[in-house]
């Protein structure tokens, strides 16, 4: 079992940046590929980034490529998504994952363990 947290979100005007993190319990943290989802009100939950197992591998969405960072630290058990150039579009509550298995990148059906989710607000 694998429990997730997520912190960091709240308001912030255009242009500006928030930091998410995802903190996990366990010790077999390093094992399962994570991932950031995002929900906007009447609208299915989407893709966002994922990262490999030792944070080798990234891969992130068209709409937040360039402006968004995935990137985890093992020790501490915790994935963190840098958000930055924040549009109002970007306004969602945000969800980490976490997957096992052999495969990194995997559709939002694919992944075991989801967080609470964490709230951003991008005003114009």
């Known amino acids: 079992q694998v429990q997730l947290v997520e912190s960091g979100g709240g308001l912030v005007q255009a242009g500006g940046s928030l930091r998410l993190s995802c903190a996990a319990s366990?010790?077999?943290?390093?094992?399962?590929?994570m991932g950031w989802f995002r929900q906007a009100p009447g609208k299915e939950r989407e893709f966002v980034a994922a990262i490999s197992w030792s944070g080798g591998s990234t891969y992130y969405a068209d709409s937040v490529k360039g402006r968004f960072t995935i990137s985890r630290d093992n020790a501490k058990n915790t994935v963190y998504l840098q958000m930055n150039s924040l549009k109002p579009e970007d306004t969602a509550v945000y969800y980490c994952?976490?997957?096992?298995?052999?495969?990194?990148?995997?559709?939002?059906?694919?992944?075991?363990?989801w967080g609470q989710g964490t709230q951003v607000t991008v005003s114009s």
């Open positions: 366990g010790r077999t943290f390093s094992s399962y590929a």
């Open positions: 994952a976490a997957k096992s298995g052999s495969s990194w990148l995997a559709a939002v059906d694919e992944y075991d363990y």
